[in-house]
């Protein structure tokens, strides 16, 4: 499990955040800060703002002090030196991209990746960047498809939907040798069982729509910059950000030319959702990952069911891996069924389990994987990731554990 900031543990972090710098009337959270625009008395102080000489808030588009407080919770989550929230996941990942990459550059990602990266990188692709997808659960794989023009690696901890576990140490340390950015998704994961820093990424991504925010009620995404890349190595920086420490350079780049420019912003509605569900998010993830750990076993035991992916079971190829790097194994899983069973007929038997494409909500959901969320990619793509025709996504919440357990035999039974 993670740690908290050195002085006092993961979660009395998490809630007393807000309370380490000054909050209006005395309140002990961050109000919301609906304001677009701030006026300054002194023209020269908002020049100065604006010219990254002082801290401030120059226009909303770029940031506001309820984005800013849990822009402070997600670094103390993370242990990094800053983070840039987004309006979304995708729209953090986009960012960081368009931000820190130019033409000629080369991209190696996972070939495990959430459907909607991979879309992502096919249009980076598209655009003039190269890319390639390996088998990112083998360090080998990623150094034999560097090249001199390689500046990022993408991989994510736990990969979505077949939990696939990335060799993260070894491209942490492959990266960190050839000065590569490495980023690493950790939304599967959370920052509570994982932090990417850990196994030397220099970003860190996480959807925090999913298990920080928790209540299935706030898009949100995040970048988080752990200070372990010399940013003065990576040729991409534009001059005009080098006026910070150097290392802030990044995330100042990815904050002024990936959200400024791009417009993902956040809203302060949706950041004080988050940062709620935040406080919680490690007492949730205890319960969640017991439950999800007694649905694969029972999954994994029953004559309807072919497979179970879950890096809980000793079965998982990468077990041992996920049990040395994680604080717990998560609430992802997925299972195959047998010729003959439909998974639709399995999905709409279900009770409690609710039919969703989310995921890290408090309530159990479920997806047929290759009809909805992987249906874009066609057959020979998901044929190459492992993707069956039956594969059902489960996402385990926080209900009764029993209650859990129930509701799938009852549904097999069917």
């Known amino acids: 499990m993670s740690e908290g900031n050195g002085k006092h543990g993961f979660t009395t972090s998490i809630l007393h955040s807000d309370r380490a710098s000054p909050i209006e009337h005395g309140a002990i959270i961050k109000p919301l800060h609906v304001s677009v625009a701030y006026g300054y008395e002194d023209a020269r102080e908002l020049a100065a703002v604006f010219q990254g000489r002082k801290p ?6 770029q940031g506001n002090p309820t984005s800013a407080a849990l822009e402070a919770k997600v670094t103390r989550m993370e242990d990094g030196v800053a983070t840039v929230t987004f309006a979304t996941g995708m729209a953090a990942i986009g960012a960081a ?25 096919n249009t980076l692709a598209a655009h003039g960047t190269a890319v390639s997808f390996v088998d990112a659960t083998d360090a080998g794989n990623v150094a034999r498809a560097l090249t001199p023009q390689t500046r990022i690696v993408f991989v994510e901890t736990i990969a979505n939907p077949r939990t696939q576990v990335a060799d993260l140490a070894g491209i942490g340390a492959l990266c960190a040798e050839r000065g590569i950015v490495c980023i690493v998704d950790n939304t599967m994961t959370s920052p509570w069982l994982f932090r990417p820093k850990r196994t030397q990424a220099s970003l860190v991504v996480n959807a925090l729509t999913k298990y920080v925010g928790g ?5 949100a995404g995040s970048i988080t910059d752990t200070g372990l890349f010399d940013w003065t190595r990576y040729p991409n920086i534009a001059d005009s950000y080098k006026t910070a420490a150097p ?10 030319k990936g959200l400024r420019d791009w417009g993902g912003t956040l ?3 949706q950041a004080h959702h988050i940062a709620a569900g935040a406080e919680t998010l490690a007492l949730r993830m205890a319960r969640i990952c017991t439950s999800a750990q007694a649905v694969a076993e029972f999954l994994a035991g029953h004559p309807k069911v072919r497979a179970v992916h879950y890096p809980g079971l000793a079965t998982h190829p990468q077990h041992a891996r996920a049990k040395a790097l994680f604080g717990g194994f998560s609430g992802l899983l997925a299972f195959e069924l047998i010729d003959g069973v439909d998974c639709f007929d ?29 249906w874009e990619m066609g ?15 489960v996402s385990v919440g926080i209900e009764d554990t029993a209650d859990l357990v129930a509701d799938f035999a009852q549904a097999l039974a069917g």
Not at 56 to 61: D, K, V
Not at 354 to 360: A, C, D, K, R
Not at 379 to 393: C, N, P, V
């Open 97 to 121: 991209m368009l931000a820190l990459l130019r033409a000629g550059d080369h991209v190696v990602a996972s070939a495990f990746l959430f459907g909607n990266s991979v879309s992502l990188l």
């Open 379 to 393: 057959a020979q793509r998901r044929a190459e990731m492992g993707i069956a025709d039956s594969l059902i996504r």
């Open 247 to 256: 290392a802030l350079w990044g995330i100042t780049q990815i904050r002024k």
């Open 56 to 61: 401030g808030y120059a226009y909303g588009r």
């Open 267 to 269: 809203a302060p509605e």
């Open 346 to 374: 399995v999905l709409n038997r279900l009770a409690i389990v609710v039919s969703s494409s989310n995921l890290g909500d408090n309530r159990t959901l479920a997806i047929p994987v290759a009809h909805t969320i992987f």
């Open 215 to 219: 209540h299935g009620n706030a898009l």
